[in-house]
């Protein structure tokens, strides 16, 4: 019988851990998505190793990006939508808001498990990330969960954030399609989302139509309709619909995944699909890169010591950031190497 390993010895050989994460292993998978996560110095070397070995073998999901404000039902509806998917034979990953670590940590709310049925399923993993720490939940490492979940073989995966404005756009950066929930009413003044955040959606639905609410939700779907008719259209191929449903009570879920398959069709077929993903991925490739010059600028001594003086001469006002900051990258790189 093999001698059981321990967390930290797995997540030291990238390769082992690829293998049992493809081969399903739930623990191995929430062990990959840390590794990533981490800001450990040592754990860089093998978290590149994993998504070298794994980054080609992910992609194959459709990526959707789910967003409105606290309460307007997200989770009731994420556990709906994902429990009718399984039942439809897909694989469903959610990278959640956890909102009760936003206020306590974790300690307080943190018994309270959202989407619970949805997060018994073995075909379905969650994956809360503090809301605190974070832009509405989304991470400088959503997007390398996305493929470690990719990877791990599920086909539906579905990004949630909190209305707060730039992390909608974080995620409308690395989904296939966005969908905005709307509470019943609202009207006019958007119920406080901006109007940026209805220009991002490619799907937009107003939850919670049911009981005394229903009539409400079919106007307000009814005065958004009229609305988006003045927006610029994201596509010219793809007309934003405006749906109601109930998410508590199921109704109007398959109406949605269906229009969700068409809008992937469609896109797919016109060849923007994938020319979305590239452009996406080439996005992200020059913010890492971004991010990596200012780590090594950041860990420079000598350009530490010198951007402290320049700080203080920009807040002085004696010297243009512009010109501060192209002295600090000249003296940083000389003939296109580093000094
Ligand atoms: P979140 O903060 O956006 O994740 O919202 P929740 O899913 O936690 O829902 C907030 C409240 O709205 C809860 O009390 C839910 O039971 C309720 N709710 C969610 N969906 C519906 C719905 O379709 N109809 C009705 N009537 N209530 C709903």
């Given at each position: 019988m093999p001698a059981p390993t321990s967390a930290n010895d797995s997540t030291r050989d990238p390769e082992k851990l690829a293998a049992a994460l493809r081969a399903g292993d739930r623990r191995a998978l929430g062990r990959a998505i840390t590794l990533v996560?981490?800001?450990?110095?040592?754990?860089?070397?093998?978290?590149?190793?994993?998504?070298?070995?794994?980054?080609?073998?992910?992609?194959?999901?459709?990526?959707?990006?789910?967003?409105?404000?606290?309460?307007?039902?997200?989770?009731?509806?994420?556990?709906?939508?994902?429990?009718?998917?399984?039942?439809?034979?897909?694989?469903?990953?959610?990278?959640?808001?956890?909102?009760?670590?936003?206020?306590?940590?974790?300690?307080?709310?943190?018994?309270?498990?959202?989407?619970?049925?949805?997060?018994?399923?073995?075909?379905?993993?969650?994956?809360?990330?503090?809301?605190?720490?974070?832009?509405?939940?989304?991470?400088?490492?959503?997007?390398?969960t996305i493929l470690l979940v990719e990877a791990a073989g599920f086909n539906v995966v579905i990004v949630e954030t909190v209305g707060v404005g730039q992390s909608e756009t974080a995620v409308a950066g690395m989904t296939d399609l966005f969908l905005l929930l709307l509470l019943p009413g609202g009207g006019d003044e958007l119920q406080g989302i901006k109007r940026g955040i209805v220009e991002l959606a490619d799907l937009i639905?107003?939850?919670?139509?049911?009981?005394?609410?229903?009539?409400?939700?079919?106007?307000?779907?009814?005065?958004?309709?009229?609305?988006?008719?003045?927006?610029?259209?994201?596509?010219?191929r793809w007309q934003v619909p405006v749906e109601t449903c109930s998410a508590l009570e199921g109704r109007g879920i398959d109406r949605i995944w269906t229009l969700i398959e068409k809008y992937r069709d469609t896109m797919q077929a016109s060849g923007d699909f994938t020319a979305a993903r590239a452009s996406q991925a080439r996005r992200w490739l020059w913010s890492e890169t971004a991010e990596s010059l200012l780590a090594l600028l950041r860990e420079d001594p000598a350009a530490a010591a010198r951007m402290q003086t320049l700080e203080q001469a920009v807040a002085a006002g004696k010297l243009s950031p512009r010109v501060a900051a192209q002295e600090l990258v000249q003296n940083f790189w000389k003939d296109g190497k580093l000094k």
């Open positions: 996560e981490s800001s450990r110095a040592d754990d860089r070397e093998p978290a590149n190793r994993l998504l070298e070995v794994l980054t080609p073998l992910a992609g194959k999901s459709i990526r959707i990006g789910i967003s409105g404000v606290p309460g307007v039902g997200k989770s009731t509806f994420i556990e709906s939508f994902g429990n009718h998917l399984i039942d439809k034979g897909h694989k469903v990953a959610v990278l959640a808001v956890d909102p009760s670590s936003a206020l306590s940590g974790g300690s307080i709310l943190g018994d309270k498990t959202r989407m619970e049925t949805l997060s018994r399923r073995v075909e379905a993993f969650i994956r809360p990330s503090p809301a605190g720490s974070t832009l509405g939940g989304v991470t400088r490492h959503t997007r390398e639905v107003v939850n919670k139509a049911d009981g005394e609410l229903a009539t409400a939700a079919e106007r307000s779907a009814a005065d958004y309709r009229n609305a988006l008719r003045f927006l610029r259209p994201r596509s010219v």
